[in-house]
């Protein structure tokens, strides 16, 4: 997906006042809440060859968090990777060896999970959960995270993602066991 179709999407899931207000949920709540979807475009915008740095870059970002997933107010290249969002300490970003996007440790700067194969298939996979976390809050409809996380590998396009949408989502059943090795504990 490209950034500017991200930006717009999410902006058309921004939840309705009324619904929320009607749950009881305090106003600064639902103000921050709905506000956390305007992701709108900055008045001084450069080209770039990525989606997700067009994204981060280009767009205001601020306040927009998803299922733990916390974007940067620019990205940054460092090791080897173009860093662009957080969760937690760790730090997600385009691997520049392969493209893909992943998830280092903050401790060991090593990757802990694949995430998708480029940024515009993560944007794919984002929005999905966007729309997830929209139905979560809005409608309180909660499906089955192990089959929405299935869903969302199909989107990253790698078969390898598995463990990070099962583990973001809390489908916890195997969702460990699917990391990325550590150097050295591949078995043959």
């Not at 179709?5 to 921050?32: H, M, V, Y």
């Not at 956390?36 to 205001?60: A, G």
């Not at 620019?74 to 080897?80: D, K, L, M, P």
């Not at 990777?81 to 401790?107: G, H, P, Q």
Request: aromatic share 10%; with cysteine.
């Amino acid at each position: 997906m490209k950034a500017s179709t991200f930006a717009t999407k999410i902006r058309a899931l921004k939840p309705d006042r009324n619904p929320l207000a009607s749950k009881g949920l305090p106003e600064t709540f639902i103000e921050e809440l709905r506000s956390s979807y305007d992701v709108l475009p900055k008045t001084e915008r450069q080209d770039y060859s990525s989606e997700i740095t067009e994204l981060v870059n280009n767009f205001t970002m601020k306040g927009f968090e998803l299922f733990g997933i916390t974007f940067k107010g620019q990205t940054a290249r460092h090791n080897g990777r173009l860093a662009f969002a957080n969760m937690e300490l760790d730090e997600l970003a385009i691997d520049e060896l392969d493209s893909r996007v992943k998830l280092f440790s903050f401790e060991t700067g090593a990757p802990i999970f694949e995430c998708a194969a480029n940024g515009e298939a993560f944007l794919d996979a984002l929005y999905e959960m966007a729309k997830i976390a929209a139905n979560r809050i809005t409608k309180e409809e909660f499906t089955d995270p192990c089959s929405d996380a299935l869903q969302l590998v199909k989107l990253s396009r790698l078969p390898g993602s598995t463990g990070f949408y099962r583990w973001v989502l809390g489908c916890e059943e195997d969702a460990l066991s699917e990391r990325v090795p550590a150097a050295g504990s591949w078995n043959a």
